[in-house]
């Protein structure tokens, strides 16, 4: 049976950075690296999306955040299964995301969100975020989220490892790959290999708990 894998995820505004990576420490794998959009092309819907909605009425502002959460739900949904096929075809079983987390929740009231700029970009990425944990679900893959800001510290204690060793393992993957191999890559892989090593340790009963 060939070994787990698992995707990480760096979120941007429509679209995120994506790795998929397997292996041990020592022994890393990238297996593929693409950027995916979490937005269909053109202008149905606009990229900042809660910043437009600012803009409009009440009515109009609701009708343009529930279309984009659609949009980005099946955008995500696309990208996330054309991954899978690709390595599937390879082959490769992924069985986890790892994916970033926001550390501030956001109101349900729409109005509210509209009433903070700080808000509407929480909300903003929280859109995106929730499109990609939708999508890997979807998928059958294990979500394990944490804040960014707390990732290298995560997936270095997981994995029995130094920060400053991790973080050296990844910066070496360069070598295996080639550029780009930048902070995006880099986060999307500590996001990976955290997600893998609850893979792992789930197969040996050793469950880690998601959003530590």
């Not at 490892?161 to 070598?175: A, H, I, N």
Request: glycine content about 8%; aromatic content about 4%; hydrophobic content about 45%.
């Amino acid at each position: 049976m060939a070994a787990p894998a698992a995707l990480g995820f760096r979120l941007h505004t429509g679209w995120a950075a994506l790795v998929a990576i397997a292996g041990v420490p020592g022994k890393f794998q990238v297996l593929l690296r693409r950027r995916i959009e979490l937005l269909p092309r053109g202008d149905s819907v606009p990229r900042f999306v809660y910043h437009k909605a600012a803009e409009l009425r009440p009515s109009d502002a609701a009708e343009l955040v529930s279309r984009a959460e659609a949009a980005s739900e099946e955008s995500a949904r696309t990208a996330v299964k054309e991954v899978l096929a690709h390595l599937g075809a390879l082959t490769i079983v992924v069985k986890a995301g790892g994916i970033p987390c926001s550390s501030r929740p956001v109101p349900t009231d729409l109005s509210a969100v509209l009433r903070s700029h700080p808000m509407i970009h929480t909300a903003e990425g929280v859109l995106f975020q929730r499109a990609v944990t939708s999508a890997c679900q979807a998928c059958g893959l294990a979500v394990i989220s944490v804040r960014e800001r707390e990732v290298w510290r995560s997936v270095s204690t997981s994995w029995s490892l130094k920060e400053e060793e991790m973080r050296t393992q990844v910066d070496g993957l360069r070598k295996s790959v080639g550029a780009p191999w930048g902070t995006d890559q880099k986060t999307a892989t500590a996001f990976a290999l955290l997600a893998l090593r609850e893979v792992t340790d789930t197969k040996r009963g050793r469950g880690i708990s998601p959003g530590k």
